[in-house]
């Protein structure tokens, strides 16, 4: 760069005297097309901000790299993702839940009857994960819904065990839906029904809202199937049974452990 300068000075001062110097251009790549004057003020001009290029250019990457170092810290903060809010809705996760509901069941299998039977139902769940359970259900239905019109034929009561697979989705905020398929035995006394003890199964599903992690209201229905021979059947008729329907439905509480 000084080299630079002292040419331009050396132009300067040739150019105040009045002599004309003849210089070649392109010195670097072996031209020799010859200039005069002021050709050599402007190649020399080119050299000195070829010079300071480099200069530049070094300067700009340092203060570059400075900011980058400065934001680096930041930018891996930024990418520490924020823990997220623990799910307010649906069932929360216990391996058990037992329930006591009050309920209704129709009467189909008494000849004449008249009203249904109101009784209740209490039951366990063992639950494996947050949509799949085995639960176990008993019911006992005793006192008739009503007694107009001389009421039920004999003094009838129903009690049944039950037991299957129940699934379980939540709906929207703290309900959840759940449906169940279910096997086992049911009885109906006080009407001298054969045979004693049936085979019975059915399916159904409810509702669930949840009150807190541990206490639930519960609302469902189901429709059970049992065969009993009619009541005047004989043992000339081998006492043959008849499949007959009945639908329930029930309301209560819901306890988680």
């Given at each position: 760069m000084a080299g630079g300068l002292r040419a331009c000075g050396l132009e300067r001062a040739v150019e105040r005297k009045g002599v004309e110097r003849i210089v070649y251009e392109g010195t670097e790549n072996q031209s020799r097309r010859p200039h005069r004057g002021h050709a050599l003020k402007r190649h020399r001009s080119h050299s000195v901000v070829e010079e300071c290029f480099p200069l530049k250019s070094k300067f700009q990457v340092s203060i570059l790299a400075a900011i980058t170092a400065a934001l680096m810290p930041?930018?891996?903060?930024?990418?520490?993702?924020?823990?997220?809010?623990?799910s307010q809705g649906g069932a929360p996760a216990f391996k058990y839940e037992a329930f006591a509901l009050a309920g209704y069941t129709s009467l189909n299998?008494?000849?004449?009857?008249?009203?249904?039977?109101i009784g209740g139902r209490a039951g366990a769940t063992r639950d494996f994960g947050k949509h799949f359970g085995i639960t176990a259900i008993g019911s006992y239905y005793k006192p008739p819904t009503g007694k107009g019109g001389g009421g039920n034929p004999g003094d009838p009561s129903v009690y049944s065990a039950l037991a299957g697979p129940e699934f379980r989705a939540t709906?929207?905020?703290?309900?959840?839906?759940?449906?169940?398929g279910l096997l086992g035995i049911e009885h109906t006394g006080g009407e001298h029904m054969t045979p004693n003890i049936s085979f019975a199964g059915g399916f159904g599903g409810g509702l669930i809202y949840n009150m807190s992690p541990r206490w639930a209201l519960r609302a469902s229905g189901d429709r059970i199937g049992a065969a009993f021979s009619l009541s005047n059947n004989t043992p000339q008729l081998a006492y043959s049974p008849h499949l007959h329907w009945n639908a329930r439905?029930?309301?209560g509480v819901v306890f988680r452990f």
């Open positions: 930041l930018a891996m903060s930024g990418q520490v993702a924020p823990e997220r809010p623990p299998q008494v000849n004449q009857s008249r009203y249904g039977l709906l929207y905020g703290n309900f959840d839906g759940m449906l169940h439905g029930e309301f």
